[in-house]
Structure formats: structure tokens, C-alpha cells
């Protein structure tokens, strides 16, 4: 089986072919980080255009990639939700337009159980249940995963998400737009334990996440210092991030009786976070799996798969309605 991806929610333009039998065939990604820099953030309808521009073009590659034709799909999937709306209207728009066309089911994947599933395209994978920390430029949530279609809140943020709270900290640094990267950059050229900045809600108790404090107290502490002290600041930032994602983690694992942890969404590429969660499961026997680097960020290639596991488990495929769900939340979705 078949199936043609599509992933349009935010600024980047994702086009992928899964085959159940012999997997990822081929995947392309159009990012529109150098056409939003320039504004400081995401302008929404400069983003939907863009989609329009990309998505047919970079279908024809995976296509090519794949050495297959249009008349050789079996399926698309699609990003229904969350999202920005306009940006999710054209790859649902192309997606179902498409499918109906040739024939075929067209299957709206919530975009993300695509992150919170894509660490099953590595190798080694997970087997189910597994906890998943999703830490996206949006989202920062842990779930338990019994399945596909089978999730359950633990807990997440009560205000930023982690990757907003990397972005708008590189901001009140002066590292522009994205952030994310730029601050982890520079917090590998600095010392951590210069500064001891806030873990917010660490010892809570429970498995919410707080981050806006913590930007907060960055920037009343690059005022204090200024531009000279930018590495270590945002070494004790990290720090602090990491501290508190890997002791949520782990609490969670804890608390289920799990051993395997799934670290998904861009923030999953941090490598401070990776070596942190790798070396506290090492210590106490449980397992970490991670999407391949590539797939961390927005994709077709999560989209595709999910549709696939979704068409495969029986899951009702989208009836041709041309629909989007820009707020959507994860635990509404079911095996059906």
C-alpha cells in the first residue's frame, strides 16, 4: 500500500510516499524560514502562498524519487489540524481534491500524532505502550501511547511550549529568527552554571510544564549583563530546559510503570536534550527512541506513515469534505 503525504500546517511544505512493504520511498521538505525571517515570525498568508507554489512541484519529485506515478498510490493523507488554518486549507485542499481524482481514500492525520509516530520510521523502533514528549515549536505535552489512535494526556504546558520558549528567548538575545537553533548554537560556546536560572514547576508534582517564568527572568538577566554575557545565558537557559523536559519524562515513566520514551517535534533534535534523556535512561534501565534528525521538524514523511497505519488499522478515511480543524486537540482522537 501506498500512500502520498501532505503536510502544509505551518512554514514548511512537506511532501512524502510511504509503502507499507518496503517504507519510505521518498520525501522532500520546501522550508519558508528565510522568506519569514525577515519579519521576525510566521506571516500566515505569505505562508499559505507559498504552500500553493511548493506542493505541486515537490509532489512530482517524491514521485520521480520514488519511480512511481500518480496512477500508483493507493491513498493520500493530509494534515487536518492544528495549524494555521489558511496554510492547512491547501494541502487539504490539493490532498482531497487529488484523492478524489484518482479514486482514492484521502485520510486527514492530526499533525501530531505524525511527530508523536515518526520515531517508528527509525531504526530501532518502539514497540507500544510507550510515553511520548512532544516538544514542537507549539506543543509541549507527554502522552501515553497504547497504540495508534490510543492516547492519553499526562500532562503539558500552561503557557509557551518549549520551542516558543527557545524562540522568543533567542529573540531577547538578538539571535533573530528561528531562534531555537541559533540558541542551542551558541549555548554549546557557553557556561551553564555561570547563571542558575528558574526550573519552573520541576517539583510540582504532577506533569504540567511552565516556561513564560523562565523567559521572564532571561530577560531580566540579559539587562543586567548585556550582549557579553549572551553564551552563558543561554547555556543556563538550555540547562534549565533540558532539566526540566528529561525530569518530567522520567516522572512519567516512573509513574506508569513504562520503560520506553518517545522524543518527538523539532525541539527533539536538541542535542543537550537527547544526550540528557540518553545517559538518565541509561542509568535507570528504560529506552529512548527519536525520529532520524531529518524528521524532526514538519514533514510529509510522519503524515504519510500515519495515514498508512491509520488505513491499515481501519480507521475511517476523510469522506472527501474539504475541511480543517486549526485547533484540534490530540486526546480526541480514536480507534475506530
Known sequence: MRVLGVESSCDETGLAVYDTGRGLLAHAVHTQVAMHAEYGGVVPELASRDHIRRITPLTRTVLAEAGLTLADLDAVAYTQGPGLAGALLVGAGFATALAAALGLPAIGVHHLEGHLLSPLLATPRPAFPFIALLVSGGHTQLMRVDGVGRYQLLGETLDDAAGEAFDKTAQLLGLGYPGGPALAALAQTGEAKRFRLPRPMLRSGDLEFSFAGLKTAVLTLSKKEGAAARADIAAGFQAAVVDVLAGKS?????????????????????????????????????????PPLELCTDNGAMIAYAGALRLQAGMAAADGRFSVRPRWDLAELAAV
Open 250 to 290: 522520567l516522572a512519567a515513566l516512573e509513574q506508569t510503570g513504562l520503560a520506553r520514551l518517545v522524543v518527538a517535534g523539532g525541539v527533539g533534535a536538541n542535542r543537550a536534550l537527547r544526550a540528557r534523556l540518553d545517559a538518565e535512561a541509561a542509568l535507570r534501565g528504560y529506552e529512548v527512541f527519536y
